[in-house]
């Protein structure tokens, strides 16, 4: 279990490599599936939670999978309702002035019937998600720039810090759910966490990331998107591993950090030719070796990457391990 091994600060010869969004549009059998079931369906039926986690295992053979689901589903233990819509950004059809949360309860079982599922067909590791909690409040405001919940901050501070309770308690309960039906780690996705100025991240926002990684005791990776700015800030979170896109130069930012660091291809080199790709993987791959480093992307996978080149990049970074 060498992806494990990293997150718990063993390093090794091997570099493990799995794929932000590799269950995703861009493989042939997830497409297949989702003509014959909405995406709302697949995140909250417990067997096509499974099969579709699974698909990259089978189809690209990365090194650990992670759960298959929507950032945005432990809103339901919220009794809010969800509307996708392809080409669009989500609906969360919820009111923040009665926002309460009273624990799981039984509303978000499907994922966990759907975790324990999965641990019986494979032996690889299975990554647990959730977003964190100011990623999550974003979205309760259905505003596609976010300029409503970043002014909310500043103009209703106290009611922001107890909506950020709520989320972080319900992502606390929500991800510990995870490990506890079978998740050998998670990550915390901050998506959003990049659009808010240093000093905002720290003075509202960094406490709340904080206790979530410093509550649950299993290995963690945190993500934020083009959050190169709050770099000192992150590396002060107490998380196993930290994620980073392409903006950054992951090996200068392990000068700073004894902890593992994943990414950071740039996903648009999957849009090129195999040359181009091995060139790009080679470099990153060099530039981290002997380090406590995860393969990865970027950000996610885009819905046009041909399956070809993820392949082709699975095993390129097989294929170095083995040289």
Not at 192 to 200: P, V
Not at 224 to 243: E, V
């Amino acid at each position: 279990m060498f992806f494990l091994d990293r997150l718990n600060g063993i390093k090794g010869q091997d570099t493990p490599v799995w794929l932000m969004r590799q269950a995703g549009r861009a493989l042939k059998e997830y497409r297949d599936l989702r003509r014959n079931y909405s995406f709302l369906q697949m995140c909250t039926t417990p067997e096509l939670i499974a099969k579709t986690t699974l698909l990259p295992i089978e189809t690209l053979n990365v090194d650990a999978a992670i759960l298959f689901s929507d950032i945005l589903i432990p809103l339901l233990a919220l009794n809010a309702k969800i509307f996708y819509h392809e080409g669009t950004s989500p609906v969360v059809d919820i009111d923040i002035n009665k926002l309460s949360y009273k624990g799981l309860s039984n509303k978000l079982n499907f994922v966990f019937e759907g975790i324990k599922l999965i641990k019986t067909l494979t032996k690889k590791p299975l990554i647990g998600f959730a977003a964190a909690p100011f990623t999550l409040y974003c979205y309760l405001f259905n505003d596609a720039k976010f300029y409503s919940p970043k002014a909310f901050i500043y103009q209703e501070t106290e009611k922001f810090k107890n909506i950020m309770e709520i989320l972080t308690n319900l992502t606390i309960d929500y991800l510990n759910a995870q490990l506890q039906s079978g998740c050998d780690c998670f990550q915390l996705f901050d998506s959003w966490a990049g659009i808010l100025a240093a000093k905002t991240y720290k003075d509202y926002i960094f406490e709340y990331n904080f206790k979530i990684l410093e509550s649950i005791k299993k290995p963690s990776i945190y993500f934020a998107h083009s959050a190169n700015h709050l770099l000192d800030y992150i590396l002060k979170l107490p998380s196993s591993a930290y994620s980073f896109d392409w903006k950054v130069e992951l090996d200068q930012i392990s000068q700073k950090t004894n902890k593992c660091l994943q990414g950071n291809l740039d996903n648009t080199i999957l849009l090129t030719d195999k040359n181009t790709i091995k060139k790009h993987t080679l470099e990153l791959l060099n530039s981290m070796k002997g380090k406590l480093y995860i393969f990865n992307l970027g950000h996610g996978v885009l819905p046009q990457t041909p399956q070809d080149n993820l392949k082709f990049l699975v095993d390129t970074i097989h294929e170095y391990n083995n040289c």
